[in-house]
């Protein structure tokens, strides 16, 4: 459960990025296709080289919606709730992936907020990703 | 002690077990030429003989994880990231406090990060970490007896080593920054999962 300490360290954290998102967002796409090759397979249609477009302009999507839901941490389920219909019914997203892309996330966020991404950042952001995974799940059966 | 099942038709080496090889015999095969040798190096622990016939049950390393694996290694400080990783795991994921009840004051990141227990029981594990470094090609005999040692007496669920897998991984980004490429995540990721798995294969 995300608690008001954990809120607050988000929206501080998602503020640092200053405008980055596209950037934060595309590189961590990127990771997670590269060190989580099956993750590639919900993307037969993509160009997968480096600095792609099409990565690019998803992970920038993907970002978006991240900091769409870091701006209603308070309710989460509803925020959320279009994406979790497309992930239930369209993608069907294997929910163990959102695992990877937390990862990866995460990954991106250290290697540019350094020490400022504090093992209280950390784990806020990690129960987070895992709150927003769970709500994409939630209508899966 | 017999292999019930072998997959391939040579031997495995002496029934004994592993064989002592000398300290000045040769590198494991395929390991990437500049890799800094790191501290312990020169200990003589005993190791496996390297079969061809065990070629197909390996997990195979490029030249270029191979070496992205080992610069991230040489410029770290065991002692920093391992008490950085262990501490995070255990404020992170705080049920894995469970294994150490009795490290005192884990009740906050600050008595977590500060703890002198969790900081010298860091080292240890990234210190131990390190022979998968030093062993690519090896690391399932590396971790042989540490395996059995997590099921039998320390009774670590293994889903814990993928935990700190991750967290280490996080620890290295945080630390190199921009360095830590997503070639170098890529290379570290599959590390850690193959170290993972090697400590989870003696589990009965």
């Known amino acids: 459960m995300l608690t008001g300490e954990d809120k607050k360290l988000l929206q501080q954290t998602w503020g640092k990025l200053g405008g980055a998102e596209e950037e934060v967002g595309a590189d961590a796409l990127w990771r997670m296709f590269h060190s989580y090759p099956p993750t590639k397979t919900y993307f037969p249609h993509f160009d997968m080289s480096q600095g792609s477009d099409q990565v690019r302009g998803h992970g920038k999507k993907v970002m978006a919606a ?7 941490l308070d309710n989460l389920s509803q925020a959320l709730s279009e994406l979790s219909n497309l992930h239930a019914y369209n993608l069907r997203v294997d929910p163990v992936n ?8 995460q990954v991106t966020l250290a290697t540019r907020l350094g020490k400022e991404y504090s093992p209280e950042v950390h784990s806020a952001v990690d129960k987070f990703m895992s709150a927003v995974a769970s709500v994409l799940a939630e209508k899966y059966r | 002690m ?4 072998c997959r391939v038709t040579t031997a495995w080496g002496p029934p004994g077990g592993p064989v002592p090889v000398p300290a000045n015999g040769p590198r494991w095969a395929g390991l990437a030429q500049g890799i800094k040798p790191g501290p312990g190096s020169g200990s003589a622990q005993p190791r496996a003989l390297l079969q061809p016939s065990r070629a197909a049950t390996m997990v195979h390393w490029s030249a270029e994880e191979k070496q992205l694996i080992a610069s991230v290694w040489g410029r770290v400080s065991v002692e ?19 294994f150490f009840a009795s490290f005192g004051n884990l009740s906050s990141p600050t008595a977590v990060l500060g703890n002198p227990k969790v900081q010298a029981h860091g080292k240890k594990v990234l210190t131990s970490f390190g022979e998968a470094v030093k062993n690519l090609d090896s690391i399932k005999n590396t971790f042989s007896q540490l395996s059995e040692l997590h099921c039998d007496k320390l009774h670590v669920d293994p889903e814990n080593f993928r935990l700190l897998g991750d967290i280490l991984v996080v620890v290295l980004a945080a630390h190199f920054g921009k360095d830590f490429t997503p070639d170098c995540q890529a290379a570290w ?7 993972a798995h090697a400590l989870a294969r003696k589990y009965h």
């Open chain 1, 66 to 72: 991240l900091s769409n839901a870091v701006k209603n």
């Open chain 1, 98 to 105: 959102f695992k990877f892309l937390s990862q990866c996330l």
């Open chain 2, 2 to 5: 017999t292999t019930p099942h």
């Open chain 2, 80 to 98: 920093e990231c391992g008490a950085e990783a262990l501490a995070r795991l255990l404020i992170v994921y705080p049920w894995t406090q469970r």
């Open chain 2, 189 to 195: 990721q599959k590390l850690v999962r193959v170290v």
